[in-house]
């Protein structure tokens, strides 16, 4: 026992040097930071075609005879040769056309310059530049359409826009028109101005003329919903949540915990409503009423944006605050399609290339110390948030 009792003492007395040094590390980081304002980050592409044909290949290998792979390997070569042989026919005559184009704006600049020395001085001014003339470029029709991915894990602080945000920028200055992009979005939603920066990074998809998909295998959730709706499409789970269309606000009030403890508190404002409810006063009915009145306004809004985004739906129907299962909302025009994500990349992966674009941040050692650590308290919070919604779910 003796033994014991000195082995704890040594275990307690190594893990509160460890600690005390992480914090050292942890603060000597932080101050080497602290005028650095702005983390570099960088996109990751991962080409989830590729990914896809691997498989394929992997379970025709073993699932097919060895001549029966040898010359599905060989017909597999062809097509990538003629592939190939496509795709430089495409780039010579890109540089050609460009090269064609190229000269007549020269000539065009020459024959301007000659005409500028044979014109009056008043002529002259008025002619116009080769930058102002139009030329037609003849490019070829461009094919090899693209599919662009990214995932949307939803807190209630909808902290993941800040990612989404610079993995759309990315997409939309390098995209053309043909190419789509998919949303695989999970979110039992949170704050309503946090989802609605979401939403409207969102609309920075369609206003840039693209096609744009919202996927949901498990949850799209009240501000969750509301990213959504955006969409041209959207797919659900059989049995992903979707809807919750309503807004609701919790406060504990501890004002008779205090009074009972014979504790003062005060609060000062100046205006009538910049405080309603409070978790410290006594909150009186014209306070609870004036909550409640903001609730209904932000119902409103949010009806509102919905039904711009999908007219032909019956809100009043469906923004009752229930939620339904992928195919009820079929059925109530929730979402277009019953289908999850994943059957719906591996049916584009035949006609489109398919990129999953994700931008990561890489974070100095305090900042990601700190970030564990509030990470690992927010999931904890999550967790019991999410099992309190769970419990009013039905359950199989």
């Keep these: 026992m003796e033994f014991l009792s000195e082995y704890g003492m040594f275990l307690a007395k190594v893990v509160t040097i460890v600690i005390a040094l992480i914090v050292i590390v942890a603060a000597i980081a932080s101050a080497g930071q602290k005028n650095k304002k702005h983390f570099e980050g960088h996109i990751e592409v991962n080409n989830l075609s590729e990914e896809i044909q691997e498989v394929k290949e992997g379970m025709l290998k073993e699932l097919l005879s060895d001549e029966e792979f040898k010359e599905l390997a060989k017909q597999k070569r062809k097509e990538e040769k003629a592939e190939q042989k496509k795709n430089k026919e495409k780039a010579k005559a890109l540089a050609k056309s460009a090269k064609k184009s ?3 704006v020269e000539e065009l600049a020459d ?11 008043s002529e002259s001014d008025v002619a116009e530049s ?6 037609d470029i003849d490019t070829p029709d461009k ?11 939803g807190d209630v602080e909808a902290s993941d826009v800040e990612n989404l945000r610079e993995e759309i920028t990315a997409i939309i200055t390098s995209a053309n028109k043909q190419d789509k992009v998919l949303v695989r979005l999970e979110s039992p939603g949170g704050l309503v101005h946090a989802y609605g920066l979401a939403a409207s990074q969102l609309s920075r998809i369609k206003e840039a003329g693209l096609e744009l998909i919202v996927a949901v295998d498990q949850v799209a959730a009240s501000g969750g919903y509301m990213m959504a709706c955006v969409a041209d499409k959207i797919i659900a789970a059989p049995f992903a949540v979707v809807g919750s269309i309503g807004v609701v606000a919790e406060i504990p009030n501890f004002h008779r915990l205090l009074k009972h403890n014979k504790v003062d508190y005060e609060q000062h404002t100046a205006g009538e409503y910049k ?3 409070t978790m410290f006063a006594e909150n009186t009915d014209a306070a609870r009423e004036k909550f409640k009145q903001e609730l209904e306004e932000t ?4 009806k509102q944006f919905i039904t711009a985004n999908r007219p032909d739906l019956n809100i009043e129907k469906v923004a009752t605050g229930e939620h339904w299962y992928g195919t009820q909302a079929l059925e109530l025009g929730l979402i277009d399609e019953v289908k999850t994500s994943d059957d719906y990349i591996i049916s584009t992966s035949d006609d489109m ?5 994700t931008y990561r941040v890489k974070r100095p050692l305090a900042e990601r110390f700190s970030f564990s650590v509030q990470s690992a308290m927010e999931r904890v919070l999550m967790s019991l948030w999410q099992k309190h919604i769970q419990s009013r779910l039905f359950r199989s």
């Design 275 to 277: 405080r309603t409810l």
């Design 143 to 153: 094919d090899g359409a693209k599919m662009f991915v990214l995932n949307f894990e």
């Design 299 to 302: 119902h409103v809004l949010f």
């Design 102 to 104: 190229k000269s007549s």
């Design 130 to 135: 080769p930058d102002d003339q139009e030329t």
């Design 353 to 357: 290339d398919v990129f999953e674009i």
């Design 111 to 121: 024959e301007q310059a000659q005409e500028t020395k044979e014109k009056p001085e």
